[in-house]
């Protein structure tokens, strides 16, 4: 599968703090990008996308980064809250394929009160 | 209701029973999705449904799984004669239309059913 190791990297930051988390794209004809959070016991919740005619967009809190150079994909949250913590995952769409997502392994943000 | 519903939430079966998980998506939905996770991974795709068609099965990981959506509406997953390693939450999705990069065309996660087999 797309997803590797039972070991998610995790990602621990003081309340208020930014956080930046990471995710590298496997697929340069990947067009489609998306941001999941995942708390436990929950399905994935959509927080932002982008497209690949893009490199910024912001939401609520919440910025996405695209850099297809490297094909890297960021996430920051600005003055993260304790309900912020939770699992998260950038899944791509790639063009050959419209309705599919390939998710990464997603990393794990942890808000120290 | 306002959201995918799945049922069960958890399931413990024994090796070798057959399981049936349900998928309830958001209505009027034309697109089902089937994702399972494995602990600490993200979710792998296993099938994908536009109304009542059965696009793409690619992801199905062996001939005991099957899934239908005989209505266009409630789909069901079904796991014949489980093993071990089909321990994994199974994860439906639904969206209005079909293509992912759609603007405004969000996927919804419901939260998942938990299969454990023993």
């Known amino acids: 599968g797309e997803s590797v190791g039972l070991h998610l990297p995790t990602l621990s930051v003081q309340e208020g703090d930014n956080s930046i988390i990471n995710c590298a794209y496997s697929?340069?004809?990947?067009?489609?990008f998306i941001w999941y959070k995942q708390e436990s016991g929950k399905g994935p919740q959509f927080i932002i996308d982008?497209?690949?005619?893009?490199d910024k967009r912001q939401g609520q809190r919440v910025t996405v980064l695209l850099n297809k150079t490297v094909k890297h994909l960021s996430l920051q949250i600005a003055a993260t809250q304790p309900g912020d913590s939770a699992v998260y995952f950038c899944?791509?769409?790639?063009?050959?394929?419209?309705?599919?997502?390939?998710f990464g392994s997603g990393t794990r943000l942890l808000v120290r009160p | 209701g306002a959201g995918v519903s799945q049922s069960p939430r958890y399931k413990v079966a024994k090796r070798g029973q057959d399981v049936a998980l349900r998928c309830d998506p958001i209505?009027?939905?034309?697109?089902l999705f089937w994702y399972q996770q494995a602990l600490g991974q993200g979710p792998e795709f296993l099938t994908y449904?536009?109304?009542?068609?059965?696009?793409?099965k690619s992801g199905l990981p062996s001939d005991r799984f099957f899934a239908e959506r005989p209505e266009g509406s409630v789909s069901t997953l079904k796991i014949q004669r489980t093993q071990q390693e089909d321990s994994a939450v199974y994860l439906c999705?639904?969206?209005?239309?079909?293509?992912?990069?759609?603007?405004?065309?969000?996927?919804?996660f419901g939260e998942g059913s938990w299969l454990t087999v023993v």
């Open positions: 209505s009027g939905h034309v697109s």
């Open positions: 899944a791509e769409n790639r063009m050959d394929s419209s309705y599919k997502l390939i």
């Open positions: 999705a639904s969206s209005s239309r079909g293509s992912v990069g759609v603007s405004g065309n969000t996927i919804y």
């Open positions: 449904f536009q109304n009542e068609a059965q696009l793409d």
């Open positions: 982008i497209r690949s005619n893009m």
């Open positions: 697929n340069s004809a990947s067009d489609y």
